[in-house]
């Protein structure tokens, strides 16, 4: 029973890990989501400050290209300038831009590489901890059913023994003269000639074949009083 109960609670355990495993990966999983969410509005916001520069860009160069054509008809020659400068202008903020956002889309794959590879290194070991607790209870329940074998064996071989000491005693009992197993089935009415050793012993014996004592007991007994001074 008490393997038993260690078993399960090794199991409720185990299982309790697996729920706290669960449960982190999913405050995993959101703070992922979390991360990806962000890095989409990233992306989105540096395409809208693209998309501004851009209408700005265009913006002043239809502007300086309208005061360049004013220009134009006083001086052509200004009016080029003024339109190459813009061009020139609107594509660097254009690059600009562009250059910002794939610098801000590969920040968002890198945190997001991060996250995973965290998460996964977690969840290892997590798992190799749950793994070494499941295998060092499975070790002490088996050593415990072990010991619990090793002792119910070394009763059952201790009965035995007794047993077969008994059944020796018996067969003596039985080979003796008919007035020495008198005597050590029925006290006799002389107590006195029998030292008291030899008394316990018999009244020992009888006790023993009038089953009130077991084979265990009586070989438990029969030391204690055959080491008696």
Do not use: C, F, W
Not at 74 to 93: D, P, T, V
Not at 197 to 222: F, G, N, S, V, W
Request: glycine content about 0%; overall charge positive.
């Amino acid at each position: 029973m008490e393997v038993q109960r260690q078993l399960k609670a090794a199991q409720e355990k185990a299982r309790a890990d697996r729920e706290a495993q669960a449960e982190a990966a999913r405050l995993q999983q959101e703070q992922d989501d979390l991360r990806i969410k962000q890095a989409m509005e990233a992306e989105k916001a540096a395409a809208e400050q693209a998309r501004i520069a851009k209408a700005q860009a265009e913006k002043a160069a239809a502007e300086q290209a309208r005061i360049a054509k004013a220009q134009a008809e006083k001086a052509g020659e200004q009016a080029r300038i003024a339109k190459a400068q813009a061009e020139k202008a609107a594509a660097e903020q254009a690059r600009i831009a562009k250059a910002q956002a794939e610098k801000a889309a590969e920040q968002a794959r890198i945190a997001k590489a991060q996250a995973e590879k965290a998460a996964a290194e977690q969840a290892r070991i997590a798992k190799a901890q749950a793994e070494k607790t499941a295998a060092e209870q499975a070790r002490i329940a088996k050593a415990q059913a072990e010991k619990a074998a090793a002792e119910a064996a070394a009763r059952k071989k201790a009965q035995e023994e007794a047993a077969r000491r008994i059944e020796g005693q018996k067969k003596q009992m039985r080979n003796a003269p008919a007035s020495a197993q008198a005597a050590a089935r029925t006290p006799p009415a002389n107590t006195n000639a029998l030292s008291a050793k030899e008394q316990k012993l018999a009244d020992l014996l009888r006790r023993y074949e009038a089953d009130e004592i077991t084979p265990y007991q009586y070989h438990l007994e029969r030391a204690k009083i055959v080491a008696e001074p």
